[in-house]
């Protein structure tokens, strides 16, 4: 399994990179993990959107989602262009105005989830846990053969995460804020908070995402490393990682 790192900035986008969107990759199957802001011109250093086979998204927030309007508009130009023949499936909740707008015509089709279902898409199988967060948000599963990739998505911390990520061989783990500061009200993690659940979950490495847009970016790993001794890194604007 190989994961690419298309952007990891919370929020907004810094010039020229992208906000939440993962591309994750094994024998030839090409799934999109969210859809943010700048996601679509960034994958398209990785690899043709024509390529995408599938699209998971783990909320209705712009910065996981609202390039969701660019890649419809890709698909369908490229489809007239006959570089396409397939519609494009988008996996998201079914709890928002926008779960309509993911259909467009026949170049993509919006299928709903829950943490109640199990989904195969392609050689992946994908679990769900319900997050905390102010709007619907869920942590995500990702296993292929005998790896397994994690996802928080957004979320405050608690206990439960621990045992849905047990095992894990990558944990990509949103840290919004640094340990001095509470982003429960927010929804989000701090950099302790992740340490805290790579070590109560027995994870193998933690990637540190979503991150925030102030502050000195290492001292997040080292705050990290209170709690969890196994390695950590920082995610960059399209690092490349196999599983």
Known sequence: MKINIIGHWGGFPKVGEATSGYLIEHDGFKLLLECGSGVVSSLQKKTNISDIDAVLISHYHYDHFCDIG???????????????NKTLPIYAPNNSMYFDALSLENYTKGYKYDDSQILNIGPFNITFIKNIHPVESFSIKIQCEN???????????????????KG???????????????GSNAGHLNSTQAGMIAEKSNIKKLILTHLPHFGEKDRLITEAKEFFKGEIIL?????ELNI
């Open 70 to 84: 660019p890649l419809q508009y890709a698909r369908l130009i490229k489809t007239q262009l006959g570089e396409i």
């Open 147 to 165: 790896t397994i990739f994690s996802y928080t998505s957004d979320t405050s911390y608690f206990e439960e995460l621990n045992e849905f990520f």
């Open 168 to 182: 894990s061989d990558i944990l990509l783990c949103e840290c919004s804020f640094y340990a001095n500061m509470d």
């Open 235 to 239: 995610a960059e604007y399209l690092l």
